[in-house]
């Protein structure tokens, strides 16, 4: 189980492997972000965030059955804090690499988190700027 940063951007996703430091960013070919909706469409996000997680993750045969440790960025279009749907969006999202979705939290700092900070999230501390 790796502990994955996913950082959203218009129709650009990085995700940083806070374990191994490993990192890619990739603009999706089909857009998925809408003029009102960072995430407006999901499936071309699925695709691509599927595709670099495996690059950062690759998942062993011990690893089957575990999720991931998701934290969830949006970086832009987040003005005024996020929606009730755009949460969902990002939750929905991060279960495409974490089935079970009990360690997925959504990050609302203004700015890139260092690994640090993305670890003292997965271990529990700093709620103040993650929502599960």
């Known amino acids: 189980m790796a502990s ?6 218009r129709n650009t996703l990085t995700v940083r ?3 191994t430091k490993q990192e890619v960013t990739e603009q999706s ?8 909706l ?12 599927d595709r ?3 690059k950062v993750a690759p998942k062993r045969l011990i690893d089957l059955f575990s999720s991931h440790k998701v934290i969830i960025h949006a970086m832009e279009m987040n003005e005024g804090g996020h929606s009730q749907v755009e949460f969902a969006s990002y939750i929905e ?8 979705g009990k360690h997925i939290y959504v990050c609302s700092k203004n700015v890139p988190l260092t690994d640090q900070e993305a670890t003292q999230i ?5 709620p103040s700027i ?3």
Do not use: C, H, W
């Open 93 to 100: 999202l991060a279960k495409r690499i974490s089935p079970q």
């Open 38 to 49: 960072l995430l407006g469409q999901m499936i071309p996000a699925m695709k691509l965030l």
């Open 4 to 9: 994955l940063y996913i950082r959203i951007y």
């Open 17 to 19: 492997n806070v374990d």
């Open 52 to 54: 670099l997680a495996r």
């Open 122 to 126: 997965f271990s529990g501390d700093m």
């Open 29 to 36: 070919e089909t857009p998925f972000t809408t003029t009102r």
């Open 130 to 132: 993650v929502n599960r």
